[in-house]
């Protein structure tokens, strides 16, 4: 079983960072693309940053140039630091990642969420 554990929300002024991490947990053979959404009240969760397993990366328009996606592969985790944070990213942040693990002597691909992380931008 694998799992994805969050940390590194709060709360934080405007024009404040934050750095969020998520570390996977279990057994899996390897990682393959990793992601950060979000969920405002009331609203739909949305994309926030993608990164591939070769490091490509994507960025929602809204946190272009604000948000930036890495990963550490040894250490099963994808972190997302936050700079120059407005009220409007005040959201929960959830972790995303596809992995491949071994059933039965077969190869299978999967996908599995972190719980979610709130962070709060406000004076």
């Known amino acids: 079983q694998v799992q994805l554990v969050e940390s590194g929300g709060g709360l934080v002024q405007p024009g404040g960072s934050l750095r969020l991490s998520c570390a996977a947990s279990?057994?899996?053979?390897?990682?393959?693309?990793m992601g950060w959404y979000r969920q405002a009240p009331g609203k739909q969760r949305e994309l926030v940053a993608t990164i591939t397993s070769g490091g490509s990366t994507n960025y929602a328009d809204s946190v272009k140039g604000r948000f930036t996606i890495s990963r550490d592969n040894d250490k099963k985790t994808v972190y997302l630091q936050m700079n120059g944070l407005k009220p409007e990213d005040t959201a929960v942040y959830y972790c995303?990642?596809?992995?491949?693990?071994?059933?039965?002597?077969?190869?299978?691909?999967?996908?599995?969420w972190g719980q979610g992380t709130l962070v709060t931008v406000s004076s």
């Open positions: 995303n990642m596809g992995y491949t693990f071994v059933d039965k002597a077969v190869f299978r691909v999967s996908e599995v």
């Open positions: 279990g057994s899996l053979i390897s990682i393959r693309a």
